[in-house]
Structure formats: structure tokens, C-alpha cells
T-cell receptor, first 112, second 111 residues
Framework: DGGITQSPKYLFRKEGQNVTLSCEQN?????MYWYRQDPGQGLRLIYY???????QKGDIAEGYSVSREKKESFPLTVTSAQKNPTAFYLC???????????FGQGTRLTVV | QQQVKQSPQSLIVQKGGIPIINCAYE??????FPWYQQFPGKGPALLIA?????SEKKEGRFTISFNKSAKQFSLHIMDSQPGDSATYFC??????????FGTGTRLQVFP
């Protein structure tokens, strides 16, 4: 089935540890996005990538890093520099032009 | 310039009512305006979208009205149902650049 897959669904991290969230799509989409969702704050853009081996910072990139080595994959690393990492993280992808973005089911990260 | 402002933050209507959610933008380069629906614990899903060369678009019970000169657009849900209870996000983008979302509107439809 075509779609976008995020894993894991739930993730617990100890303070001071880096953690990587996975995002894979088999839709042959060019662009991929990472968003953070906090209650009452909507979807805030962390990073996005329009093409392999290239990505741009969004509005809240500090404390996060990404890579885009393959068209299908756009992993997000939450580093220990991110002061408040507990949130719901959403990955999305879309083609060029006036097309819809497809979202994964999200990863809920909790720092313990 | 990159923001999309959405209101209201929450909305409560009775079944059959017509909730209206409004969004405004500044960047005139935006040329695609989608609306997404999100249920708790799930990723958002596209509901309906519009381009600025059209003033209105209707799909089933959902209608987008677009006012290019005012840089505003809105979502109307006709004959709302309890199953429409969800969070709604407007968004704006151009090509495959940033997809910018509004802050969301939590809609509750009571029987």
C-alpha cells in the first residue's frame, strides 16, 4: 500500500539523550516535512526538504537535525539541545505543484 | 509574512448548524490553500483545497470561500454532524516550499 509511515508510535527518552524518529514514504513525493504539535499551538514547521541531499530550517529548528539521503526517507533527530522535546511529531510528504500533503500517524515523544 | 492566522480557536455548534472558520494570510506568493481535518491521536488529512483564481469551492458539505483582495479564506461546514467534531487547520503554500499551518480550530458538534 502507498503511504507515509512514522515509527515508533510512542517513544520515551531520558533527558540528555538524542533520539531519532523515522519517516518513510513510498509515494515518490519530492518534498517532505517535519512538524511539531503541542496542545493549542497547531502545527509548527521544524524542517523541510524539497529534494534529496537538501533541506531547510523551518520556524523551530533549534535542537533538531535531519538528513535526506534517499527520496523515501527523512529521519528527524531530537538532540539533547532541545529544551522541551515532549510533543507529538508529524511527518508529511507531497509532490510538486498544487498537491495535497499526506501525513503519517505521528510519533508521541515523552522525555522522562 | 509567512504566518497564517486562524480563528476562532474553538467552536461549539448543534447538529445541523453551519460552523465557519476563518483564516488570513500576508504573503501574496501563496497560491494553494488547503484545509485539513485532524482527529485525536491521528495525522491530519486533506479535506478540501482552493487556488486563488477561484472564489468558492464546494465538496459535499464543505465549502471554501476565498477573498483574494482581502487575503482571507474561510471554511463552512453545512448541516454539521457529531462526526465532524475534530480539529481543523487551514494552510498555505507555494509549489513545494514551506507548508504553513494556522493554529487550528477545535470544533465540537453536539447532537
Amino acid at each position: 500500500d502507498g503511504g507515509i509511515t512514522q515509527s515508533p508510535k510512542y517513544l520515551f527518552r531520558k533527558e540528555g539523550q538524542n533520539v531519532t524518529l523515522s519517516c518513510e514514504q513510498n509515494l515518490n513525493h519530492d518534498a517532505m516535512y517535519w512538524y511539531r504539535q503541542d496542545p493549542g499551538q497547531g502545527l509548527r514547521l521544524i524542517y523541510y526538504s524539497q529534494i534529496v541531499n537538501d533541506f531547510q530550517k523551518g520556524d523551530i529548528a533549534e535542537g533538531y537535525s535531519v538528513s535526506r539521503e534517499k527520496k523515501e526517507s527523512f529521519p528527524l533527530t531530537v538532540t539533547s539541545a532541545q529544551k522541551n522535546p515532549t510533543a507529538f511529531y508529524l511527518c508529511a510528504s507531497r509532490s510538486k505543484g498544487f498537491t495535497e500533503a499526506f501525513f503519517g500517524q505521528g510519533t508521541r515523544l515523552t522525555v522522562v | 509574512q509567512q504566518q497564517v492566522k486562524q480563528s476562532p480557536q474553538s467552536l461549539i455548534v448543534q447538529k445541523g448548524g453551519i460552523p465557519i472558520i476563518n483564516c488570513a494570510y500576508e504573503n501574496t506568493a501563496f497560491d494553494y490553500f488547503p484545509w485539513y481535518q485532524q482527529f485525536p491521536g491521528k495525522g491530519p488529512a486533506l479535506l478540501i483545497a482552493i487556488r486563488p483564481d477561484v472564489s468558492e469551492k464546494k465538496e459535499g458539505r464543505f465549502t471554501i470561500s476565498f477573498n483574494k483582495s482581502a487575503k482571507q479564506f474561510s471554511l463552512h461546514i453545512m448541516d454539521s454532524q457529531p462526526g465532524d467534531s475534530a480539529t481543523y487547520f487551514c494552510a498555505a503554500t507555494y509549489n513545494t516550499d514551506k507548508l504553513i499551518f494556522g493554529t487550528g480550530t477545535r470544533l465540537q458538534v453536539f447532537p
